[in-house]
């Protein structure tokens, strides 16, 4: 393959690469944004139920059922934050590997793949705090 139609193929890999990048970072914010919001959701029906639950066996089932639901959530969180996680480590070894050939591997810092790895786990247990929350709290209130 001639030079020159090898550094467009190049180019073309580099642009996916960082589009592949942008929709995993869109897809990781929906699922967290998803997980925090349903969280809180469920935190409220279940504190607001949580006295009526006392007296009320259908009112202590239907906690159960968001507790479920909870748990559900989060487990679809983490399992979907830890294949972001790994995709994005892909994706970035990739582009290392790219930046190596063509000699401008020092301006990527490779430690920045730690400091992803960091944050997703920051991510996942803030998530998984606030289902512990929301699934707790509302057993204290009853």
Known sequence: ??????????????????RELQQNTRTDIIFALTAIVLNLMTLAINSSIAKASREQI??????????????????VFISGMIKGKQTRNKLLNGLLRMYKDKGVEGYYDPTILS???????????????????AIVVPFVIR
């Not at 393959?1 to 960082?18: A, S």
């Not at 059922?65 to 487990?75: A, E, G, S």
Request: proline share 2%.
């Open 1 to 18: 393959m001639p030079l020159e139609e090898r550094d467009k193929m190049i180019e073309r890999i580099h642009e996916h690469i960082i």
């Open 58 to 75: 259908n009112f202590f089932v239907a906690m159960f059922v968001f507790v479920i639901l909870t748990v559900v959530i989060n487990l």
């Open 115 to 133: 400091s992803y790895n960091s944050r997703y786990y920051l991510f996942i247990l803030g998530i998984v705090f606030l289902g512990l929350v």
